[in-house]
């Protein structure tokens, strides 16, 4: 079987960061495919659009970059498999084998429930092993550096008021309120990203998902934090925009270089 995820590792000049990028995927097995509801299967609305494009210059500044291959509709990695919810306000929350979009739409037919085995099936094929993959990675930066900064990169819509009903922010870091990373590499990120010209927020409205919380400030020395970005500042008509593009990634870049530097203080 094929790896549900791809890693891209850098051949030289490693730096202590490892860049996640789990709602990329645009993948879907056929099993999966035949009982989706078709427009959703097509559009594949929910998708993180392009991120792992965003940071394809991690190979150049030594970071290690890990993309899932499959929709979060088959499975989404960056929620619990059990436990707690990530938010407690009224937001809409999809699950981690989702059952509708983000709008509520349902994806599959009036009645259909998915069974256990096949939830199993899913969690053991593509959910499992992109935790292992990314644990691989702390765990070989960790022996390098005695230290690591996990950082989960996303995308939305600008406006989805099954969330909230205002639009989103530009930019939007989570650390969990704090509990996911050192305050000082918090500062680092925050400095960064509010020297452009984006609004940027901070913890809302969104704090950091699954990814984020069972990383971050977990195992000594790993620190984590999730940026969320409007989608409308890289895309248009649904297509990267290098005029655009030419403006984020190098705040991206900026951002992660100087984290790495203040790696060393934490």
């Known amino acids: 079987m094929t790896l549900p995820y791809e890693t891209f590792v850098p051949t030289r000049g490693q730096i202590p960061i490892i860049i996640s990028a789990p709602h ?23 998708t993180d659009w392009f991120v792992d494009k965003l940071y394809d210059f991690s190979k150049d500044i030594g970071a290690v970059l890990i993309r899932a291959r499959y929709s979060r509709y088959v499975i989404d990695l960056n929620r619990p498999v059990e436990g707690p919810s990530l938010y407690t306000d009224a937001r809409r929350q999809t699950e981690c084998i989702p059952s509708t979009s983000f709008s509520g739409i349902p994806l599959y037919p009036e009645g259909y429930v998915l069974d256990d085995e096949e939830k199993k099936k899913r969690i053991e094929l593509y959910y499992k092993p992109y935790y292992e993959e990314l644990h691989a990675h702390i765990d ?8 690591v900064l996990l950082w989960d990169g996303h995308s939305i819509i600008r406006q989805v008021p099954s969330i909230q009903a205002e639009p989103f922010p530009d930019l939007m870091l989570g650390d969990r309120d704090g509990q996911t990373a050192d305050p000082k ?15 940027v927020a901070h913890n809302a409205p969104f704090k950091g998902g699954q990814i984020t919380r069972y990383h971050g400030g ?36 900026k951002t992660l270089l100087a984290l790495a530097e203040g790696m060393k203080n934490v």
Not at 26 to 46: F, G, M, R, S, Y
Not at 140 to 147: E, I, M
Not at 218 to 228: D, I, P, R, S, T
């Open 218 to 253: 977990v195992k000594k020395g790993v620190h984590a934090m999730q940026l969320e970005m409007s989608q409308d500042i890289y895309m248009t008509d649904g297509m990267l925009d290098p005029n655009k593009t030419s403006v984020l990634k190098p705040l991206l870049q």
């Open 24 to 46: 990329v995927g645009t993948e879907l097995p056929l099993h999966v495919k035949d009982i989706l509801n078709p427009e959703l299967a097509l559009q594949l609305p929910d």
């Open 185 to 199: 590499l918090i500062d680092i990120a925050l400095t960064n990203l509010r020297s452009s010209y984006y609004s």
């Open 140 to 147: 070989r930066a960790l022996s390098l550096f005695g230290r």
